[in-house]
């Protein structure tokens, strides 16, 4: 009798060792996004603290090169410089100079922490409830000095309004991406529209301008009459 309690408590224990093996096996791991932002907390709160006719002060940002890749194409564009005297290029599909503003835009989405507050596993079946495939998704990679700037190499997907309120007092947008690379979880990213900078259409990113020299740069301007 005694036996045959010890073999069916020892049955018992392997088969809990076994479920808790399993279970912890089976169970996924907490994934997150987070891309650090490149001002610093004192540039930050300065921002923040400004009134609303004063200027913005323009805060470097290490980013050279930007590509963008969607159902349209390749886009792909190029810094040349620093600072205020910084210019940017497009180098494909076309080469030709770029409008600097909305070059900025998309870079400065990424002046503070960019962070996930949910993930979730999917399918490449589920990818369509987040704009997440072929045809609607963008994949943004930004660089700096020939590598991914601070892991900002995303998929970009969905963007849905939030419950959060801005500091204006707006409604802010929550964005669902994925890691490049990385097709089976999604991340949520509150308070941050990043899709709407980089959907600037290419004739809107092209510059327009008919001389691209520098007016430090010219040391005389000759007008002629062609008759």
Do not use: C
Not at 35 to 52: M, N, V
Not at 63 to 81: M, N, Y
Not at 83 to 98: C, H, N, S, Y
Not at 135 to 144: I, K, M, P
């Amino acid at each position: 009798m005694n036996k045959v309690i010890t073999l069916l408590v020892l049955v018992g224990a392997l088969g809990a060792a076994a479920f808790w093996v399993t279970r912890d096996k089976a169970a996924p791991e907490e994934s997150t996004l987070r891309i650090d932002g490149y001002a610093t907390a004192e540039q930050l709160e300065k921002d923040k603290d400004r009134g609303i006719l004063d200027t913005p002060e323009p805060i470097d940002y290490p980013v050279d090169a930007i590509q963008i890749v969607s159902a349209e194409g390749t886009i792909k564009l190029a810094r040349d410089g620093a600072g205020k005297d910084a210019t940017w290029a497009l180098t494909e599909p076309i080469a030709a100079p770029a409008v600097k503003y909305q070059v900025e835009k998309m870079i400065k989405v990424f002046t503070d922490e960019t962070a996930s507050t949910f993930s979730k596993r999917v399918s490449a079946e589920d990818h369509p409830l987040f704009d997440l495939e072929p045809s609607r998704r963008l994949a943004v990679r930004l660089e700096a000095n020939g590598a991914v700037w601070n892991g900002a190499d995303l998929v970009i997907g969905k963007v849905q309004t939030s419950e959060m309120e801005t500091a204006e007092g707006g409604v802010a947008n929550d964005t669902w991406v994925l890691k490049a690379g990385e097709e089976g979880v999604v991340y949520l990213v509150a308070g941050k529209d990043l899709r709407a900078p980089f959907l600037t259409p290419l004739e809107e990113l092209r510059d327009k301008k008919l001389f691209t020299a520098k007016g430090t740069d010219l040391v005389a301007l000759t007008i002629e009459d062609p008759d």
